[in-house]
């Protein structure tokens, strides 16, 4: 039976009041609102224009290369990117990364690399590029971090040579608001004939009006490819993102062409081939409308937030912010200098800020192969929108701090112990579909999560080994999704 519009309407108003508020501030990940109405009407008007357009074949559609030549020609002006840098729209900074990845690769092999190349890059890089290095056959080699999230120069540059790639550089890393040395790290890449990203995903369109920071874009000669994201601090609607590379013998290797079937001629700039406009369209109407002086307004409110967070951490009693951040991003962790009874657990803060109405996100701690263990943190992305209500914000993460103060972390040994005793061990067996089901019942994980405290699930996650705990939150996402 078919159903009236508005009912099917009314339907999805229903289940959006279920969601997290994508408006307002009080979600400090996934989301980024500018706080401006103006700019939501705009992008909906752009989007809602463009809507039947297939970006597939810019010759039919002539607008789509139009906006990709004015979104890619901002975004070279603002990574300070000559005229030899050239580039492409993407459906997101995942998408970037991959295609960064398989360029570097191609172009390795073609400069006569033999065998499995290698992709380096901090451990703090974003896990795009490990899905990268399984989807296009690179071995991934993450260098370690010192305990406060940060990588040292001497550590990447010991990881170079000949069966190298690429290696990647942050700006900023998303756990931990680091920014990487990316100057030099691209000049040692440079001496040595490696290829050097910039993940700028995140921060991309944030940093270029950030005071007091080092350069990190094209203006360092030995960076080869950058890539932003508009819908994070372009704050475009997903999914859309910019991918630039110095020359176009590099950016020409991330293509797709065949003329080798008897349909029509297929070239694909991206991945994808079949595109939507509509993200398109409102991430150019976005930038036209802002200009640089819009992103510079934007981003100093950002800059105050981040500024007012970190005076109130410091004044909070057993909680620490994470290495030196820079951008939007921030991590707090429980100050090990203090007594247990002092601390504050950053996960059980995240559970107790959400019940105050505010989402953080739970960042489990890890163990790298040196030994070294970067702490379990509560990720902080700002807004704009967030200075608005930033007193209510500190008041609230002053109060959660209160609440939670001395309660030692969560500890899955128990649950951890009896897996173990089932082969689900180090080096043992890895749970499927059905099994993987039990346990998270067992651990009381099930499909109504979405208010459910957290620590108790990152602890698992931290404690288990990776393939285990892998499989496991591969299994709760299954099932959230699959028809009951």
Not at 56 to 70: G, I, K, N, Q, Y
Not at 71 to 87: I, N, S, Y
Not at 243 to 253: C, D, F, S, V, Y
Not at 268 to 276: D, E, K
């Amino acid at each position: 039976m078919n159903a009236e519009a508005g009912g099917v309407l009314d339907r999805l108003r229903r289940l959006r009041a279920a969601d997290a508020p994508t408006h307002g501030g009080r979600v400090l990940s996934y989301v980024y609102d500018p706080g401006r109405d103006d700019l939501d009407a705009l992008a909906d008007a752009a989007a809602s224009l463009a809507r039947p357009v297939n970006a597939l074949d810019p010759t039919v559609f002539p607008s789509v290369a139009a906006m990709e030549r004015d979104l890619v020609g901002f975004t070279k002006r603002m990574l300070h990117a000559g005229r030899c840098v050239v580039g492409s729209v993407t459906s997101g900074g995942t998408e970037s990364c991959l295609l960064a990845v398989k360029t570097a690769r191609d172009l390795w092999r073609a400069a006569g690399g033999d065998g499995r190349p290698r992709l380096v890059a901090p451990v703090t890089a974003h896990a795009a590029f490990q899905k990268a290095a399984r989807l296009f056959d690179l071995d991934w080699d993450p260098v370690p971090c010192g305990p406060d999230g940060a990588v040292r120069l001497e550590d990447v540059v010991a990881r170079l040579g000949p069966d190298v790639a690429l290696v990647v550089v942050s700006a900023p890393a998303y756990p931990t608001g680091a920014l990487d040395p990316v100057r030099a790290v691209a000049g040692a890449a440079r001496a040595r004939g490696i290829a050097c990203h910039v993940d700028a995903c995140f921060g991309g369109f944030a940093l270029p009006w950030w005071p007091e920071l080092p350069a990190w874009d094209f203006r360092v000669a030995g960076v080869t490819s950058v890539s932003a994201d508009l819908h994070k601090f372009g704050y475009a609607p997903k999914g859309i993102s910019v991918l630039l590379h110095r020359g176009r013998h590099r950016q020409r290797a991330q293509f797709f062409a065949t003329t080798r079937w008897p349909g029509y001629p297929v070239v694909n700039p991206t991945l994808l081939g079949s595109r939507s406009a509509s993200p398109l369209a409102a991430a150019w109407a976005i930038t036209q409308h802002l200009g640089r002086a819009g992103y510079a307004e934007l981003t100093a409110a950002i800059v105050r937030t981040a500024s007012g967070i970190r005076s109130a951490v410091d004044a909070i009693p057993g909680l620490v912010m994470l290495g030196d951040p820079v951008g939007p991003a921030l991590a707090l962790a429980a100050d090990a200098t203090v007594p247990a009874a002092g601390r504050v657990d950053p996960h059980h803060l995240a559970d107790a800020l959400t019940r105050l109405g505010w989402r953080v996100q739970h960042q489990p701690g890890l163990r790298q192969p040196n030994g070294i263990r970067l702490p379990r943190t509560a990720h902080l992305t700002l807004t704009p929108v967030l200075e608005r209500s930033l007193p209510e914000f500190l008041g609230a993460l002053a109060a959660a701090s209160d609440q939670v103060r001395g309660r030692p972390p969560a500890d899955a040994g128990a649950l951890v112990g009896m897996l173990a005793a089932l082969g689900y061990r180090e080096g043992g067996r890895v749970p499927g579909p059905r099994a993987a089901w039990t346990l998270l019942r067992l651990a009381g994980v099930g499909r109504d999560t979405a208010d459910r405290p957290m620590a108790t699930l990152m602890a698992l996650v931290e404690a288990l080994p990776a393939p285990v705990a892998e499989a496991l939150l591969s299994e709760l996402l299954a099932r959230l999704s699959q028809p009951r």
